[in-house]
């Protein structure tokens, strides 16, 4: 989800991405002498990632491969991340549930879920949204949530707003799409999908992927990938709280932080 901002967004955004990543590294003080591999990977929302080893996943694209003479550890909002990229199946319980829950598709929670954070529950945006489909901490508090980076929490929020949306769009999926990414007031102003380049972009993205998720439910096959391994991973259930008002549109655009570590850290990086 994104708030309402100019075209001129991306423009900046490559400048705010050194001083993000050199602010992490200074602060956090996690500069080593180790010699590493990074490698940059773009994911389908447009978001980077980076890792210290290659990854084996086909909705991230290579963009760069290069040597840095200074490893660094990564912290996330406090958090050590150890792995990052999560198996898509991952969650596929708990969007169900969400989905029969608050009458939503499911296969429109993991088509967001998918370009929002690529199934990262770590993704961190410029703006501040968190988790896994990129919610913002207001929004998360409207709808009861207080730790975003739990997919419980996370999916619950976010599956809600989704509701709201389709509420006020009365069920149609490519304006609540666009709400999500630009703000409802942005839809309500121009009467339809926003003017702006990323969110036209996100719209035919995330309706691409509502697509085939939909057509491997008709299929029979599970709303997962279809080459990644069942999920083992079981989630609780999440306490009920009471939907309250729609929230305010949220942040920029989303650029989920991603590290994945092995045996010596990896560096951060923001969307470029």
Request: hydrophobic share 40%; proline share 7%; charged share 20%.
């Amino acid at each position: 989800m994104t708030r309402s901002v100019g075209p001129q967004r991306g423009a900046m955004r490559t400048t705010g991405v050194i001083r993000i990543i050199t602010g992490i590294l200074l602060l956090g003080g996690l500069a080593t002498s180790a010699q590493a591999d990074i490698f940059v990977y773009q994911l389908p929302g447009g978001a980077r990632i980076v890792t210290d080893h290659p990854l084996n996943n086909r909705d991230y694209r290579l963009v760069r491969h290069s040597r840095d003479s200074k490893g660094a550890g990564a912290l996330v909002s406090g958090r050590k991340i150890q792995n990052a990229v999560t198996d898509p199946n991952t969650y596929d319980r708990l969007i169900r549930r969400n989905a029969t829950q608050h009458q939503v598709d499911p296969a429109l929670i993991k088509a967001v879920m998918h370009i929002e954070s690529a199934f990262n529950p770590h993704a961190v945006s410029d703006k501040g949204a968190q988790g896994l489909m990129q919610v913002m901490p207001e929004t998360g508090q409207r709808y009861g949530a207080v730790d975003l980076f739990d997919p419980v929490q996370n999916v619950r929020a976010a599956s809600l707003y989704l509701k709201d949306l389709q509420k006020l769009f009365k069920n149609n999926t490519r304006l609540v799409l666009a709400a999500y990414n630009a703000g409802e007031n942005a839809v309500l102003r121009y009467k339809g999908i926003p003017p702006y380049d990323e969110t036209q972009g996100y719209v035919r993205k995330v309706m691409k992927m509502h697509r085939e998720y939909q057509a491997r439910e008709k299929a029979g096959m599970k709303l997962a990938s279809a080459t990644a391994k069942p999920a083992s991973t079981s989630v609780p259930e999440a306490p009920a709280v009471s939907a309250a008002p729609l929230p305010p549109s949220r942040h920029g655009s989303v650029v989920p932080v991603a590290v994945v570590q092995q045996d010596s850290g990896s560096p951060v990086e923001k969307n470029l």
